[in-house]
């Protein structure tokens, strides 16, 4: 018999991740999954469906190996050619030539592999979400088992506190309510009852679903499993984010460009000049071999990657002294070309935390302010503060909000959390405000009897009664459903009148309208004999002492970090899966643009690439949306040419973040799935330390900028003196060697300063740069021609008058090769200001780190010039002294030049 039923329950097809659970009945539910909610699965069933099904767990994402990652390193064209060029000079016997190439490669590769950091671990962070126990009905026996057990069809038992271990579709539910935030971004609870709802109701709005990786704040519920691991919602997320494609950064990207039209030209050119130098200039095929080698040495920047990803390193020390943690370098650069911000609502612009903003008594409307939790702060009336007693109500009020509550507020250090729900938290803080004190009043009032909330009746009851033996019945609800409990309404000086239903209705309606949730409370006195709470007792004959109105609010830094993202030419878009009301409400007080024009999830579904590209240009607020959403509005704005950050700290998040140019996790209230998979993570979670980062992002790009337009020009000014002699037959004024020395040493030293560069004025004001924007302009290629004209100019004019003072060919040589250092050295005080003068007192001062490799270069200099060692290995002899005073004059003058010559180029852009 049971192998019949073995093979009965084999051929029973389990129904796969479907949208439609939340729109069945639930008998219609346990049907379908073939089980008995009182009895649930039997062992062979679970066997069985684990077979088909899996474990309630996620796959492991590759990893990519150590070694792998450091070979990576060596994955760029312009590693290439050194390498090449190495293994000829090798061949060739030029061994100091090969050890110094080898040197700036190997130093390029240790560099890059330690910044990198390590792979992605999304998945990872996704699969220790799922619950690692649960409760579970098995054989008509409760039994607790590993969360990985699970398979579709097990009966599941939550309670306040459970981590839900799988999708379910509920059974039953007492007073649930589930805290969705990782996947919805809605910060209130969800109340969960177990009727079914529309097909097509959004994640958000299914009430009869608990999901995994959800929190239970309140209740117990008996569900359903209808879909584990990658069939779950949680699953479905983490299968949509490996889809993703992560894309590269702008600077990748033309770093990449830059990196193969250089290789090409330089081996282009190169072998071209072996060809001529050989067959019209007759010169030994070995000799100009090196020759050509330590031209295309000095023509290829082979210190760009190093300093490229020092550069960013430093970019990284300054984002974590703000706050941000950068998991992948090139992140920082793409903040700086960032035009759109796609923020998340709940935790990111707001606090992530409830709190009283409305206060409505019979006479008055009143505005509380606070930070938090924290029970202290000023309750207004037309921006003035009041005196409370001057405001019976409000005491009344808040004695209401504290005694019928049950949530507790605890403080640690300076920080109040609430055990329990967080509207009720919200509440006691409340009450603190009215001059309320919690434990007193409680002393004071001790709970006799309860109704607990229910999402059937709306309401909640407290039967309290004092030492002076007086009773009191406090009750909180929905404001429809107390206001037809009552019959009068508390007035400002304690007495009571009629109550006026249309004024409470329109002031309900005003306070929703601004996205808060309204809750209305009342109270009764009862004779002191009473002990017991019927639901007659509260049927009626009630006194509405007010409403007030709560919401998440938003950060108050937040509101001035979007006006310096607007200011800087970067548009700021909310994308929330919470209501379109508050998030109207949120985007209104932070100062979005276009805050009542709000796009649902539903709108969007029903909306074409086309139209919707048409519409996120001008819609800043996107509604109930789903990760699908979130990954389709960030993909629709890449493509109209926009770089794209997105912020988040949801489980719902990750896709999109993974997917934007910039991805921003909360780092203290986010998802572990979100900061993996995100490039950059906020410690403090405060969207302002975004517009900190932008500002680095904006600063590292330009050092980049310096980097280049520092590195270009001289490499083109070394390797024109090669090409000007070989092309004219004439004498090298440097040796092969001699060039590949002035790459180590000024690269890993001079290069590398000007990624220390502070920040330069109006750098917030400018607008983003296009993702199209060349990194080579054409102010560049002028400024490498006029700076390769000047170097010539310089090397064989010092050259030319070494050799007519009779001095030896080594002595001109190392003439020749200092006066290229100082040219450099001068040439990078100069690009230190590429938007202004360089002849000011700042630009001269420069900075710590510019001395610092300025004196380190002057000590490598002075070493192979006077060092006997060195002058062997490099061919040098020692500078006589008013030589030396030339060679700086001849530094100064190229100064001067180029200095001139910048300052008619911003006369003339005037």
């Not at 004498?731 to 502070?758: K, Y």
Request: hydrophobic residues 45%; contains cysteine.
């Amino acid at each position: 018999m049971k192998q019949v039923d073995d093979a009965a329950d084999e051929q029973t097809p389990i129904p796969p991740h479907s949208e439609a659970w939340h729109s069945l009945p639930a008998d219609q539910v346990t049907n379908l999954l073939e089980v008995n909610e009182h009895v649930g699965l039997q062992a062979d069933q679970v066997q069985a469906r684990l077979g088909r099904t899996g474990f309630n767990r996620l796959p492991a994402a590759a990893r990519r190996p150590a070694w792998l990652r450091f070979l990576l390193q060596f994955h760029n064209i312009l590693i290439y050619v050194l390498l090449g060029s190495a293994a000829i000079t090798a061949m060739l016997e030029h061994l100091w030539d090969t050890v110094v190439i080898l040197a700036v490669v190997i130093a390029n590769a240790i560099i890059g592999y330690v910044q990198e950091g390590k792979a992605e671990k999304a998945m990872d962070a996704i699969r220790q979400m799922l619950a690692p126990r649960a409760a579970v009905i098995r054989a008509g026996e409760r039994s607790n088992i590993a969360g990985e057990q699970l398979v579709p069809g097990d009966i599941v038992l939550l309670e306040s506190g459970d981590k839900v271990p799988a999708d379910l579709r509920l059974l039953r539910a007492n007073r649930l309510q589930i805290q969705e935030a990782i996947l919805t971004g809605e910060s209130v609870p969800v109340e969960k009852n177990t009727r079914p709802v529309g097909l097509e109701a959004p994640l958000g709005d299914r009430v009869c679903m608990a999901y995994s990786g959800t929190l239970v704040t309140c209740g117990q519920a008996t569900g359903i499993v209808v879909a584990t691991a990658t069939a779950a919602e949680i699953g479905r997320i983490s299968t949509l984010l490996a889809q993703v494609e992560t894309l590269t950064t702008p600077l990748v990207q033309q770093m990449n460009v830059v990196a193969r039209w250089l290789t090409i030209l330089i081996l282009l050119v190169s072998g071209l000049l072996l060809v001529f130098s050989h067959y019209v200039g007759h010169y030994e095929f070995t000799e100009i071999f090196m020759v050509v080698v330590g031209m295309s040495v000095a023509a290829i920047p082979e210190g760009l990657p190093a300093v490229l990803t020092i550069t960013l390193a430093v970019g990284v020390r300054a984002m974590a002294s703000r706050n941000a943690i950068v998991r992948r370098l090139p992140a920082i650069e793409t903040l700086g070309s960032v035009s759109v911000i796609c923020t998340d609502k709940t935790g990111t612009l707001t606090r992530n935390e409830m709190m009283v903003a409305s206060v409505v008594t019979q006479d008055f409307i009143f505005t509380v302010d606070g930070a938090g939790y924290q029970p202290t702060g000023s309750i207004s009336l037309a921006d003035q503060p009041v005196d409370l007693s001057s405001h019976p109500a409000l005491t009344e009020l808040g004695r209401a909000a504290c005694l019928c509550n049950d949530a507790v507020l605890r403080q640690h250090e300076d920080l109040w959390r609430v055990e329990g729900d967080p509207m009720e938290g919200a509440l006691l803080a409340f009450s603190g405000k009215t001059g309320i004190v919690s434990d007193e009043d409680h002393r004071a009032w001790p709970r006799t009897d309860a109704i607990p909330f229910d999402a059937k009746h709306r309401f909640m009851a407290t039967l309290h009664h004092n030492h002076a033996r007086h009773a009191s019945i406090y009750v909180k609800g929905a404001p429809e459903q107390i206001l037809a409990m009552c019959t009068k309404q508390l007035v400002n000086a304690g007495g009571t009148e009629p109550l006026n239903a249309n004024y409470w209705h329109e002031q309900a309606n005003t306070i929703a309208a601004k996205g808060q949730r309204v809750l209305a409370f009342a109270v009764r006195s009862v004779p002191p004999e009473q002990t017991v709470l019927e639901f007659e007792d509260v049927q009626g004959g009630l006194t509405l002492l007010g409403m007030v109105g709560l919401i998440d609010p938003p950060r108050p830094e937040t509101i001035r970090a979007v006006q310096q993202c607007q200011a800087a030419g970067i548009a700021v878009k909310m994308i929330t899966g919470d209501h379109g009301g508050t998030a109207a409400a949120i985007g209104r007080q932070i100062g979005l643009h276009n805050p009542d024009r709000v796009l649902t999830g539903v709108d969007l579904d029903a909306m074409s690439d086309t139209d919707l590209k048409e519409a996120v240009k001008d819609v800043n607020i996107f509604a109930r949306t789903s990760p699908e959403h979130k990954l389709r509005l960030v993909m629709l704005l890449q493509s109209i040419g926009m770089t794209v950050a997105m912020t988040g700290d949801g489980v719902n998040d990750a896709p999109a973040l993974k997917r934007a140019d910039a991805g921003i996790a909360m780092g203290g209230k986010g998802s572990e799935a979100a900061k993996e998979a995100a490039d950059l993570v906020l410690a403090d979670d405060n969207f302002a330390s975004i517009v900190a980062a932008v500002r680095e992002g904006r600063t590292v790009y330009d050092n980049i900028k310096k980097v280049l337009s520092w590195t270009l020009p001289t490499n083109a000014g070394e390797t024109m003196t090669i090409i000007v002699a070989l092309l004219l037959g004439i004498t090298l004024p440097v040796t092969p060697i001699q060039i590949l020395w002035i790459n180590l040493i000024t690269a890993v030293t001079l290069g590398i300063a000007l990624a220390f560069e502070p920040t330069e004025e109006n750098t917030m004001r400018r607008p983003p740069r296009s993702r199209k924007q060349p990194l080579i302009s054409g102010a560049l290629v002028w400024h490498m021609v006029l700076v390769s004209i000047l170097f010539l100019c310089g090397v064989y004019g010092i050259f030319s008058y070494a050799l007519d003072r009779d001095y030896s060919i080594e002595l001109a040589r190392t003439i020749a090769v200092n006066t290229l250092v100082v040219m450099e050295v001068f040439h990078l005080f100069f690009i230190r200001n590429i938007y202004s003068t360089s002849l000011t007192w700042k630009g001269i001062r420069g900075t710590k780190v510019i001395w610092m490799t300025v004196a380190m270069v002057t000590v490598a200099q002075f070493s192979i010039t006077y060092v006997p060692l060195l002058q062997r290995v490099f061919a040098t002899e020692a500078i006589p002294f008013f030589d030396g005073l030339l060679i700086i004059g001849i530094g100064v003058t190229f100064f001067v030049i180029i200095e001139i010559e910048k300052q008619i180029r911003i006369h003339l852009a005037e």
